[in-house]
Structure formats: structure tokens, C-alpha cells
């Protein structure tokens, strides 16, 4: 699973085996920081931390905060897999900003919940009030990360207003690159206010309206990483 994440930091690779093992959801995690580099994806820029007290927003952060003046940077990848066993978070450190090289920090896993995986497991095929139903999941889905994050947070000690951005893929239920579009349940936004945390997600898309699959993504990674 670790070996993974720095895969997914890097850019967002989730096609893999169904209920493939840990590493290999690892490697999905490090590909998320290729996309933070990259304006091709959907950025969500935390401008208005919540000031509710509920999420992770650190007691320094502040709308005007600014990345203090240091030479690494610090990225957390999230991924959930085929096997909708759990949430995967990856806290990756980037010691030159000038270089795609990553180093693992720690990583962290949250179990999905019961009533979540049965629910994305129904919205891959046609249901009733499916619109309705897939904004709820990918609300509750943001819930998992966010509690992925704390955790991850939690056993490495870094503040948030420590974290350059947040790579989110979110959860595919349908992916049909030949008739134009991948879904991925996710609700970026309200991760961004929850954290106080730049959001970067919707990987797929660009790639598939130039003509792509939109995955996976990790050559993307070895491109950038191996030569």
C-alpha cells in the first residue's frame, strides 16, 4: 500500500484489480502530485477555512495564511479502490519544488463504511433517484477522507497549514472513456472548507476529451518519477 501512494501524489491511477492488495493501492496515492503541479485538473482552492470548529482547519490557518518560506513541500493523496474496502491517505514530501522527486512520509487507512459500499456498489448500474443518491455518497465519502486526513495528520504530527494541497480522486461508478466521460463521486468543495486544504481532483476528464482513457494514469508517474 505505501509503495503505491507515491504513486498517486503524482497524478491518479484507480483502475487496478478488483480487490487488489494494499501496495498496489499505495502506488494510486503518489500519483496525485503530478496533478497538484498541473493546471489541467480541477483545483479547489481553500480561500475560506471553516471557522465551525468540525474539520481540520489548524487554529494558525487563516484565509490570508501563506506557505511559509521553505524549500520542501508537503501533499496528501487519497484513494479508495474497486474493492470499496477503505480509504487510503498518503502524506508525501517534496524537498525541491523544482523536481517531481517524492519522498513517503506515512500513510494512514480508514475502513469504508458498510452502508457506503453498498450504495457506490449499487450507483454502477442504473437506480432510482440515482442523481439524488450519488451527490449524498460523495458527500460521505468526503466524511471517510476527512477522517483519513486527521488520522494521517494525527500520527505525523503536521499542522494542515503545513500541507501544500490535497489530491482527491473520489469514486468511480462509471467509466466509458468511448462515449465521452469517467463519474467520479467526490464533493472536492466541501473537502477544501472541511480542511481549509487546496483540493485538487477530476483527473480524468482532460485526458479523455483530447482522446484518452483517462487511466490509468500511472505511466504518468513513471514518466515523471524514472526519467
Avoid at 469514486?171 to 481549509?196: D, F, K, M
Wanted: glycine share 8%; net charge positive; with cysteine.
Amino acid at each position: 500500500r505505501l509503495i503505491s501512494a507515491s504513486a498517486s501524489l503524482i497524478c491518479c491511477s484507480k483502475i487496478r484489480p478488483q480487490k487488489q492488495g494494499a501496495a498496489k493501492r499505495a502506488q494510486s496515492l503518489s500519483l496525485f502530485v503530478a496533478a497538484l503541479l498541473d493546471c489541467r485538473f480541477d483545483v479547489q482552492r481553500a480561500f475560506y477555512p471553516t471557522d465551525k470548529g468540525t474539520g481540520l482547519n489548524s487554529s494558525s490557518q487563516t484565509a490570508t495564511t501563506t506557505t511559509p518560506a521553505a524549500t520542501a513541500r508537503h501533499f496528501i493523496g487519497l484513494m479508495s479502490g474497486t474493492s470499496l474496502d477503505g480509504i487510503d491517505a498518503v502524506l508525501m514530501r517534496q524537498p525541491d519544488p523544482a523536481s517531481s522527486r517524492m519522498q513517503i512520509v506515512d500513510h494512514h487507512f480508514v475502513p469504508m463504511p458498510h452502508t457506503l459500499r453498498l450504495e457506490f456498489l449499487a450507483l454502477q448500474s442504473p437506480q432510482e433517484n440515482e442523481l439524488h443518491r450519488s451527490q449524498i455518497a460523495g458527500q460521505a465519502l468526503v466524511e471517510c477522507y476527512v477522517q483519513a486526513i486527521a488520522g494521517l495528520l494525527q500520527k505525523t504530527g503536521i499542522d494542515p497549514a503545513q500541507i501544500a494541497a490535497i489530491g482527491a480522486h473520489g469514486q468511480t461508478i462509471r467509466h466509458q472513456p468511448g462515449s465521452g466521460y469517467s463519474i467520479q463521486l467526490n464533493a472536492p468543495h466541501a473537502l477544501a472548507e472541511a480542511t481549509g486544504i487546496t483540493v485538487v481532483s477530476d483527473f480524468r476528464q482532460r485526458d479523455i476529451a483530447a482522446g484518452g482513457q483517462g487511466a490509468p494514469l500511472v505511466p504518468v508517474f513513471h514518466a515523471s518519477v524514472f526519467t
